[in-house]
């Protein structure tokens, strides 16, 4: 057979393509090494031919992501493992029930939404720690190990692909510090040495480093924004100056380095002054929701560059969604899909299927008569008819668009894709992809893929007394504005074998 190298070994780059003995390709690609030619939709069939650029390949597995840095890493908790919380790994969710109340496995919108545009890019490590500067990261080494130390030597057993180093910290410039004109150079080189060492240490998981500058800080309209003015006792403008130099430097040190990607948010986040575009932050410090999606489409063309492009599907296999091209409706709804909202008076209209960006999509609109309302599609699946054994391992993936028809600014958008579950007589436990929280404004549209990560219902499916697949969206604005909202069919894959916990980073 042939295989593709996903990483560099005895003599071959990533990517190369190889024809091994049978035995040695198939230990490569069990440590991780590599996918069999099969799993690489596209790649070449003929040895010896130019080999395809990464860039035209079209990848079949995933790849494996560690965040790592302050809050602006610091993606949430939503990994549980058999009862006991391990906050920095994300392998798999594994679903327990309490005896009563809710557990709620949160992953933060805000922070990373790269899956929504590469599928196949699956967060393994959440190494973010907010609050935090540079020296207090490199601290993490010396603690005690433990499940929320989220040192680099943690993420060394996470076996990233990479490595996303969102550093630089804005907590060095601004955060109790006394940054002013006479001395933001030196505080800036200071915390770039920090850098150096960090991302030395880093590179020792063999895997590539996404380093991603300091976005900005302070908002389009002159405002700082509540997140600077709280806690700042630096000088803005200088801050701001502070944040181009590193960024500069960063580029400087690391421009060749084939490991190495510094990724600058200029024209995309920021502008050339140092604060946020428009409607990029609601804090002046952290990303909006409109600003991650701009930043995740960045994030996705360098993954693209270097590892191929996205499958469009996470999880292959036979999908359990009874009517997965949704050809039995009534009145414009397919059976399988509930709609259904909140909020005093609002109204919802033009129930339909269509196509969007080549999907066939579930739509309706949602006319606003109240400050904030709400529009909630339930999807029906069998696993609890079907009674899936303990531990049956899911995964549950679909694409979202949202529009605002009348092109009015929509407040405060907001959504949440969950999996609500609750054991009979028991407790219920709730996985969040993304939580309800300010979101930022809407004035065109968004789409992309929501991804829920693996998880393992130790629970058989007899023993269930509710297993509800969601997505909800709400948007605060004035009467009559219209928003568009549609989802398409979700592939909810049971009996998943995640296998990727082998090392592909491991020396052979």
Known sequence: MTIRLLRQW????????????GSEESRLVGLGLATYAAEVIGSPS????????????????????????DSAANIGDISKTDGINYDQYYE??????????????????????????YPLAQIVGNCGISGQNTTQMLARDALAASSTRRAATDLLAMNPHVVIYRGQSINDLYAGSTVNAGNWKSVAN????????????????????????????????GTEGVAVTTAATADPASVRLAINYLHDLAV??????????????VGILRSSDGRFLNNCSVDGVHLSLHGDNMWAEYESVVLQGIFGKSSNIRYPGASIFPDPLMLTQTAGVCNSIAIAFSGSGATIANKKTEVINNINMQTSELTLSNVACSLTYTFTHPSI??????????????DYYIESVNGEVLKQLTFTARVDSTKTGQGR???DIVKTTNCGDLTNSLSGKLVIPPFKMVEPSSGLATFIISFSIGATGTAGEVLKVGVSAPRIVPGLSLNQLQNPNALV
């Open 252 to 265: 400087s040190r690391y421009s060749g380095n084939k490991k190495v990607n510094v990724l600058s948010s």
């Open 92 to 117: 798999a969710a594994v679903v327990t029930h309490q005896v009563s109340g809710i557990l709620d496995m949160i992953l933060d919108p805000t922070k990373t939404t790269i899956s929504r545009k």
């Open 46 to 69: 003929t040895l010896g031919a130019d080999l395809v650029p990464a860039t035209q390949v079209t990848r079949g597995t995933p790849v494996r992501i560690v965040m790592f840095g």
């Open 190 to 221: 200071a915390v770039f040495v920090n850098d150096i060492a960090i991302v030395e240490r880093l590179l020792q998981s063999g895997a590539y480093v996404f380093f991603e500058t300091i976005f900005a800080m302070g908002l389009a309209d």
């Open 429 to 431: 436990t709730l996985i």
């Open 10 to 21: 005895n003599g071959y780059e990533d990517g190369d393509i190889a024809t091994l003995t």
């Open 385 to 398: 008819a079907n009674n899936y054994p303990a531990n049956t391992i899911y995964g549950i993936e679909y």
